[in-house]
């Protein structure tokens, strides 16, 4: 039985001079008296300081195919070891995984595990990397890179899956500890973050610019295209259009369907003649490389050699089907270089999901 909560001293916040205590982590910059919860729930004053009630406690461990995450430059084929706790520091309405990042249930919380533990269980189930995703590990950072450090440690790399809500200082720790990360971009428009999410587009491209221009961190985003909110054929050039220019054109984009879920249930799922159309979109603004997700399009799966444009990795959803990078990342029939992190391919984990139980 795993213990409710636990009391982890939690970094980035300072005093105030009322009595509260202010939260440095993100930019809601929550300001809490003795007792009270940020809005993530996870993080609290108690004794006059501020705590990590989930350090240590998952809401499930799993294996999963790094395509899953969704990386499709970053070691193809790989399993990655994926866990999330509870909580989160958004209020996205469209929540695809609001059971997890809207819990307030401490039995949500039904695993528990060290960071060596981590680490220690990755390698036995054959994993290249650890995830940190479900729900952000912005909220739980301090836990995240313990379990970072100890993956690298053991030999092992680390995905964040975020939706890049941080603030500056936390920000470059957080991402010191990381070797990939596939970001949230769920919008293009400060309406849909403040009227959707709760928060704000433009700490998410600081977080963006940062780890293209300042880290070694492999970068791919995500967006979630919601019928009638962030479809429109002008808000998916602005936002390709930026994304070449402010992160590069090797950038990879994304574009994942949405189902009615949380607070959304009366929005249609995404066609995925809208996937296909905001993929051609984003092709047409210069990106190299545009999926699209959780639709069976292998033309929107594959990755194809930006100067030749020979299809070089065919997907369809999570299996690879065909495999042709060199190990050097390059491509075969003309040497010109793949962007991202390769390796000797191995085979393909391919579409499954292994749940793993450490402790309960």
Not at 9 to 34: T, V
Not at 115 to 122: D, K, S, V, Y
Not at 305 to 332: N, Q
Request: include cysteine.
């Amino acid at each position: 039985m795993i213990s409710a909560e636990s009391r982890y001293p939690a970094r980035w916040w300072h005093a105030l001079d009322d009595g509260r205590i202010q939260c440095d982590l993100c930019p809601r910059a929550c300001r809490l008296h003795e007792g009270q919860r940020g809005m993530c729930f996870v993080r609290r004053m108690q004794d006059g300081v501020m705590e990590l009630t989930t350090y240590g406690r998952s809401s499930g461990f799993c294996v999963d195919p790094i395509e899953k995450k969704p990386l499709s430059h970053f070691f193809p084929g790989s399993s990655v070891f994926s866990f999330g706790t509870a909580g989160c520091n958004l209020a996205c309405k469209f929540c695809q995984n609001w059971d997890i990042s809207k819990s307030r249930e401490t039995d949500t919380l039904v695993d528990r595990a060290m960071p060596n533990e981590i680490a220690a269980a990755a390698k036995r189930a054959g994993c290249d990397s650890v995830a940190f995703t479900y729900n952000d590990p912005v909220i739980f950072a301090e836990y995240a890179m313990d379990v970072a450090d100890a993956c690298h440690a053991a030999g092992l790399k680390t995905v964040a899956v975020t939706a890049g809500y941080i603030c500056d200082a936390p920000r470059r720790e957080f991402y010191a500890t990381m070797d990939a990360a596939n970001v949230d971009l769920k919008a293009f428009t400060e309406s849909f973050y403040h009227t959707l999410t709760g928060g704000h587009l433009q700490p998410v491209l600081d977080t963006l610019v940062y780890l293209k221009r300042d880290t070694k961190v492999w970068v791919e985003l995500t967006t979630l295209v919601i019928p009638g909110h962030n479809d429109s054929d002008a808000e998916i050039a602005a936002m390709s259009e930026w994304i070449g220019r402010e992160l590069g054109a090797d950038t990879p984009l994304h574009f994942s369907s949405f189902h009615p879920d949380w607070r959304m249930m009366d929005v249609p799922p995404t066609p995925p003649s809208t996937l296909t159309r905001a993929r051609s979109i984003a092709r047409q603004a210069g990106l190299e490389y545009v999926y699209t997700g959780n639709v069976h399009d292998r033309d929107g799966g594959t990755t194809s050699c930006p100067r030749c444009h020979a299809p070089l990795i065919v997907r369809d959803w999570y299996d690879i089907v065909t495999y042709r990078v060199t190990a050097g990342g390059t491509c075969p029939d003309c040497h010109a270089a793949i962007a991202g992190r390769f390796g000797a391919y191995r085979g393909a984990f391919g579409n499954r999901r292994t749940p793993v139980r450490m402790h309960r």
